[in-house]
């Protein structure tokens, strides 16, 4: 008889949707050790959470996560909530036995990280930490050839996160333009999932420079029935102040020696959700973008002289991680896949009692880097970690 594990999600908007969609798809493509159960949804307006549940296959709704968090029958405590939210859920999941999958960014500060961190390594559970990025074929299989010495020793590390979504400035205050909510802005939403790509492809950062800026600074309020959305609904004509930084842009020096440049904004007018690194390196260089995810650029200067140039690399074949769980080569797959291969690693990794990265020591090492920036700004200075 297959092992069962019971998943209890907490939250049920955009991420709640991407999570459930990978608990379904994971054991119906990956060969799973143990078949996960979305056996309670919870969240706080009951109709809509009841509509949600019913959508996709929840077996029960649950409006208090408290209840959810000790109750007997849930083994993995999924959460899919802002970041102002994470900390309290996971010290009480990891204190009732409850692995945890947690969204990113892990906290609102390196002080909250590192007990959430603490609490789940006495508690021995698995803790995972959603940068679902790590996880396209494309991604991985770039650092199996940084791994495999294709790239040579890493010079340069270039990353844009760009998005357009507040652009206009009667785009409503939103919880992602108000600190006491998100901490940050694009610093710390669309930066968090750079920082963890170049720690995972570069290597750890030793200093950070950083300048951010606001374009806008006052929002018409938001309608907070609507505010988990990026199409939430406003107030009226009340106006509230943006106490977040509209863009960032970090300088950073990596241990190993490598130096690295940081874009993070949502005032990129065009730009969707266009995430791009370049990685230059002694012996090649990777390139890589969002949008066309299942394509990589390489450069090797071992090619004959003449013949150099940027080649593509389409990363669908069967030799690329994770894509021959999927379709023929050349098929391609989508944004969304790179969760489902996270819930096959994770009910994998509680299986084999093995850790799974990025976690919440990966978390942490992202947030003081975070922090570092957020006070590389404030100081006007280089700050070392």
């Known amino acids: ?11 049920y908007k955009f991420m709640g949707r991407a999570h459930s969609n990978a608990w379904l798809k994971a054991p119906l493509f990956f060969d799973l050790p143990a078949k996960p159960v979305l056996k ?24 208090d996560w408290k209840k959810l968090v000790s109750s007997p029958d849930i083994d993995i405590v999924d959460i899919a909530l802002p970041q102002n939210l994470h900390y309290e859920i996971a010290l009480a999941a990891a204190k009732e036995g409850k ?5 990113k960014p892990l906290s609102m500060n390196r ?10 390594e006495d508690h021995k559970v698995k803790h995972y930490l959603n940068h679902n990025y790590r996880r396209t074929p494309s991604v991985a299989f770039a650092k199996k050839m940084i791994d495999d010495g294709k790239v040579g020793r890493i010079f340069h590390w270039r ?5 357009d979504w507040i652009v206009d400035p009667d ?11 998100a901490q940050a802005g694009p610093q710390w939403d669309l930066n968090s999932h750079a920082v963890d790509l170049a720690h995972y492809l570069v290597g750890d950062i030793s200093t950070v420079s950083c300048l951010t800026t606001n374009f806008i600074k006052e929002r018409p309020l938001a309608d907070e029935t609507t505010s988990g959305n990026l199409s939430a ?73 003449g013949t150099q140039g940027f080649r593509l690399i389409q990363t669908t074949e069967t030799v690329h991680p994770y894509a021959g769980h999927w379709w023929p080569a050349g098929h391609i797959i989508g944004y969304e896949h790179a969760f489902v291969h996270a819930v096959a690693d994770f009910v994998s990794a509680i299986n084999n009692d093995t850790i799974i990265e990025p976690n919440f020591y990966d978390g942490l090492k992202i947030i003081e880097v975070l922090e570092a920036g957020i006070e590389s700004a404030g100081l006007k200075k280089q700050v070392v970690l």
């Open 171 to 181: 785009f409503p205050l939103t919880w992602q333009l108000r600190k006491e909510t």
């Open 99 to 103: 692995h945890i999958f947690c969204e």
């Open 233 to 305: 609904a406003t107030l009226g004509d009340q106006r509230g102040e943006v106490t977040v930084e509209d863009a960032a842009l970090m300088m950073v020096q990596f241990k190993n020696g490598a130096i690295g440049s940081f874009e993070a904004t949502r005032f990129a007018t065009g730009r969707k959700n266009g995430l791009r690194f370049e990685i230059y390196g002694s012996k090649g260089s990777i390139l890589f973008d969002m949008e066309r995810m299942n394509e990589l650029q390489y450069y090797s200067l071992a090619d004959e002289e």
């Open 111 to 120: 002080k909250q990280a590192e007990e959430m961190l603490r609490v789940c």
């Open 159 to 163: 990353c844009a996160y760009q998005q």
């Open 1 to 11: 008889m297959t092992k069962e594990l019971n998943v209890g999600i907490v939250g």
């Open 40 to 63: 309670t949804a919870c969240g706080r307006q009951e109709k809509s959470l009841k509509e949600f549940a019913e959508k996709w296959g929840w077996e029960n709704i649950e409006t």
